[in-house]
């Protein structure tokens, strides 16, 4: 963990470059360390420990700006180092919408970095006999092979149990110091089966919790093998129109191009398809995507942005309209409007079930329920490959996953595509579950779209 | 300076240091162990409306210690190279010998090789005012290509690596390992809608790399084929026949055959190509390479991150399944010489086997006779990120500009596709291959849990039967 020493590198660094010419400055000091097992077929594969530090420095000299990072901490170092980045920043095109946030947005009260509960003691107790007993205990593979099924077996378990920690410290030149630490727990499983006829089917399962006695790896590696198994003897499908279903483990592949267009940084070079969005309904009416960043105890919670800037619970798009795009400082002067925050922390999509009422608070909403909402259609399990096109919204991705009829799932599919566009595949969003993973970042449940163009 | 005692120098280390680090490493019973010592400076410009107002520099410095026991690795890295923080990460790396097993032969030769990216111009001498003048030129010269553009981004970035490896067997290696790239997007607009165009450059080489003639390609580069790109459509999906272009195109040799070649998949049995070798797996008179001794090539290496000497590895030879790129461990495992792929993203990282310049050779066809011969398909021009599933096979990567083939002829321009298909199945179904390889300078990284430099190349092909993503 970050030391009070190197705190006060990190403050000698600030001071250091205002008093050699920098106008402002910002020091990020991070550290961090894992510990992970891994596993192949019931024996122990690797060991790995790692162990790392570095300082970056954003400097602002001149109205002319620049960025620097190293991982050598000492001090007559840094100065060296400080000195040339100042030199070089002065050579650089003058910039004056350059500049640190407004003092009154930044964060005052996260002083200690576990504000929030992300950090658990328990990993200053636990050593590598606690370790390498969890990743032992996760694997299968003497077990199933024990017991081996007359449709496929196991060729390959890989198994990986991490613990680690990430703490970093951010201060600028108009005072403001912002630490944030969290642990997290880790566990990761893949497994590779074959079937009677030869063929190969692969299924993974992982999940991460910053709380020791929350991480569960038992279940994992057999969570991985049934979805491998689930895989066997895919039928054909032709190409057409359907309903779709996206799974809550995979569903934020598809919210993660809308975030992509709403930041500041695709708007102001016009590289985003919602530029002019704001305000707008854009979306479907069942689209709620909120920014909950303040959730103690659960991943993606922070209290300040990469600027010091404070957090909040707000929302995004409501009912459809954009609510709000993610403006750092720099790019509101470029654009001319009031920065927001950066980012958005941990996005959450709000349940629906297109034309029938949920009531507030009560509600809960299954893979299940949204299959039998949807009668028909194909239920995506994994997608492969596949881009956006930020300009445009226009996609097309890989998917897997299965067919299902009357609600249930009938076969398995594979080598489909799907693609369409952004706009209106959120415009065609018929449902969303209230399943999303716990320990994810991002709070994305399944999702249901009808009239999703399939190839195969 | 390229010799041993100017990279123990970078260091602050003495031989016999690497062997106090390498006896703590084996202390505990390992097999073998190896060094990676690693000095990386990293420098970036960035220009934006019209102004190169932001860059930096970064370094990073350490050293990676691997243990091996049988087949199974014990990995620790240190920041700080006081011989006491080494040899606690020495230490923790030898834990691995509780796991266990045999002991194989690691042994591979690291025999001279010659240097393969010589720099005229050290980047670490060269400064940002007399890298600046290069994008502003970029930047005009961009602008001036088409009146519909409204923004220009352009990033330079260049790194310099100096690694020294030492292993149990007492090989000393070294090498300096220089990175330059550019990448260009401009955004146009015409009539009410968006495009943007994305070009790259990116060679071993020192800032020799820069020049007007360079920026003049790009520009070039970037203004070609954008009035395709406002009149392209979505093709209607489904199987058809692709015509890969030549250059990008070898990400189809990176994603369907080369990841399932790796031999670390194969040992594991993994690979859907985990019990085909010897066999025929594509047409007769097809060869496929792996290739870390081009010259500047974005994927060189004089040596691999193992020490092992940089080679060039036939996957395929005439069609049959010639060999698995190897690190050390696969090597010994199956019993056959390293190939020179175990490689790493730093010193953070252990060795794996990962490829370099991937790219099928030049075959006999006219590649307009190719065209010719496809009554409906797809003709892929430019394309960019790719994935492939290595026990079923299954690959994809995107299409961002093609034609559509209608009776032997390029028609309506199409982009923003995915296509998809299955690694043994697509090889099988090659029925031509053009005269025109061509090796592709673009910004390629791969993202095998973690990131290296490679290129890629292709002469055109024409694959029988894709799964092409459309309306």
Known sequence: MIQAHEIEIARHCISFACGNGADNARVNLNKSSIDSCNMLNGELDKVTHAADRSIYLYLYVDGKYGTFSTNMLEKDKLEDFILKAIDMVRMLGEDQCRKLPDPSRTERNARTGRELGLYDEALEQSDSDSRLGRAYAMSIWNDENANHSEEYHIISEECEYSESYDDSITIDSQGFEGRHTESAFSFFAEVTVQDNEGNRYSGYWWDTTPRKDAADPAECSRKALERAVAQIGPQPRRSGRARMVVDSSVASRLVAPVLNALNGSALQQKMSFLDGALGHKVFGEGMNLMDHPRTEGRNGSRMYDSEGVSTKDAPVIKDGVVCQYFINTYNAAKMGIEPTVEDASRPCLMPYLKDKELADGEISVSLRDILQFCRNGILVTGFNGGNTNPVTGDFSFGIEGFAFSKGKITHPVREMLITGNLKDLWNNLIAAGTDARPSSRWQIPSIAFENVSFSA | ?471
């Not at chain 2, 210690?65 to 890295?77: D, N, Q, S």
């Not at chain 2, 240097?115 to 060269?126: C, F, G, I, S």
């Not at chain 2, 890298?131 to 970035?157: C, G, H, N």
């Not at chain 2, 995107?398 to 982009?415: C, N, Q, W, Y």
């Open chain 2, 1 to 471: 300076m390229n010799c041993k005692n100017h990279y123990l120098d970078i260091f602050n280390i003495t031989e016999a240091g690497l062997k106090e680090i390498i006896a703590k490493a084996l202390s505990r019973g390992g097999d073998f162990a190896d060094l990676y010592f690693e000095y990386t400076t990293f420098f970036n410009l960035n220009l934006k409306d019209g102004t190169v107002s932001s860059g930096g520099f970064h370094t990073d410095y350490g050293v990676g210690i691997r243990v091996l026991k049988g087949e199974k690795t014990g990995y620790a890295y240190s920041e700080n190279l006081d011989m006491r923080e080494m040899l606690k990460a020495a230490d923790a790396a030898s834990a691995i010998a509780q796991a266990g097993g045999s002991s194989l032969p690691y042994r591979a030769g690291t025999a001279c090789t010659p240097a393969l990216y010589p720099m005229r111009k050290n980047w670490r001498d060269t400064d940002a005012s007399a890298l600046l003048p290069f994008l502003l030129d970029v930047e005009k010269k961009v602008t001036a290509q088409d009146s519909r553009i409204v923004k220009v981004m352009a990033r330079l970035s260049n790194s310099v690596c100096d690694v020294l490896m030492y292993n149990s067997f007492g090989e000393i290696t070294y090498d300096t390992r220089p990175m330059g790239s550019i990448s260009v997007t401009a955004v146009f607009q015409h009539e009410g809608k968006s495009e943007n165009k994305s070009v790259s450059r990116s060679f071993r080489m020192g800032a020799e790399l820069i020049s007007g003639a360079l920026a003049d390609e790009i520009a070039a580069e970037v203004a070609e084929g954008i009035d395709e790109r406002f009149e392209a459509i979505r093709p209607k999906g489904g199987q058809m026949a692709v015509v890969m272009g030549a250059g990008p195109s070898g990400v189809l040799l990176h994603e369907a055959m080369g990841h399932a070649f790796e031999a670390d998949f194969n040992r594991k049995g993994q690979s859907i190509f985990s019990d085909k070798m010897g066999q025929q797996i594509c047409p007769k008179g097809v060869n496929v390479v792996d290739d870390g001794t081009l010259e500047f090539n974005r994927g060189a290496c004089r040596y691999d991150d193992e020490g092992v000497a940089g080679q060039k590895t036939y996957m395929v030879a005439d069609g049959v399944l010639n060999s698995y790129l190897h690190d050390r461990i696969s090597a010994a495992w199956y019993g056959v010489e390293p190939t020179g792929n175990g490689r790493r993203e730093n010193f953070r990282y252990n060795p794996i086997p990962r490829m370099r310049a991937t790219y099928m050779e030049s075959g006999n066809a006219d590649p307009s006779s190719i065209i010719a011969d496809v009554r409906q398909g797809i003709y892929v021009k430019e394309l960019s990120n790719g994935q492939v599933k290595i026990g079923e096979g299954d690959f994809t990567f995107f299409v961002k500009s093609g034609f559509l083939i209608e009776d032997g002829r390029l028609t309506a321009p199409v982009k923003d596709i995915n296509i998809i298909g299955n690694g043994p199945e697509a090889l099988a179904n090659i029925l031509a291959v053009g005269n025109d390889l061509k090796i592709d300078n673009g910004t390629w990284t791969c993202g095998k849990e973690q990131s290296v430099a490679v290129s890629c190349g292709m002469p055109t092909i024409l694959v029988k039967s894709l799964t092409v993503g459309g309306e």
